[in-house]
């Protein structure tokens, strides 16, 4: 099994700047695909980045493309989302995601493990 601890959750002003992090731990050998997922209130769960097992392929989706990335650390186990140039539609909680087969980038479900979720609030 493998356990998902996302950070760096938090509240920000319009035009501002947060990183998610999220450590992998458990059967991290296991692993192919890694992902962030979003959830606004009353809204389903979205995909907003995922990053392939070959160290390269990245997808966004396409309210985020220019304003977020996404890196992997495949030594360390981690996944960070970079966010810049928020908007107060970006308000969610935030959840990172791993798959143990890679698919379609530009959907990754289904999921095998999920995080917790940590809270990004955008203000106007």
């Known amino acids: 099994t493998v356990q998902l601890v996302e950070s760096g959750g938090g509240s920000v002003q319009a035009a501002g700047s947060l990183t998610l992090s999220c450590a992998a731990s458990?059967?991290?050998?296991?692993?192919?695909?890694m992902a962030w997922f979003r959830q606004a209130p009353e809204k389903e769960r979205e995909v907003v980045a995922v990053?392939?097992?070959?160290?390269?392929?990245?997808h966004y989706t396409d309210s985020v493309k220019g304003r977020f990335a996404i890196s992997r650390d495949f030594a360390n186990n981690t996944l960070d989302l970079r966010m810049n140039s928020l908007k107060p539609e970006d308000t969610a909680i935030y959840f990172c995601?791993?798959?143990?087969?890679?698919?379609?980038?530009?959907?990754?479900?289904?999921?095998?493990?999920w995080g917790q979720g940590t809270q990004v609030t955008v203000s106007s």
């Open positions: 458990g059967d991290t050998d296991r692993v192919a695909c």
């Open positions: 990053f392939s097992s070959d160290g390269i392929s990245t």
């Open positions: 995601a791993a798959k143990l087969r890679n698919g379609r980038l530009s959907n990754p479900n289904p999921i095998d493990y």
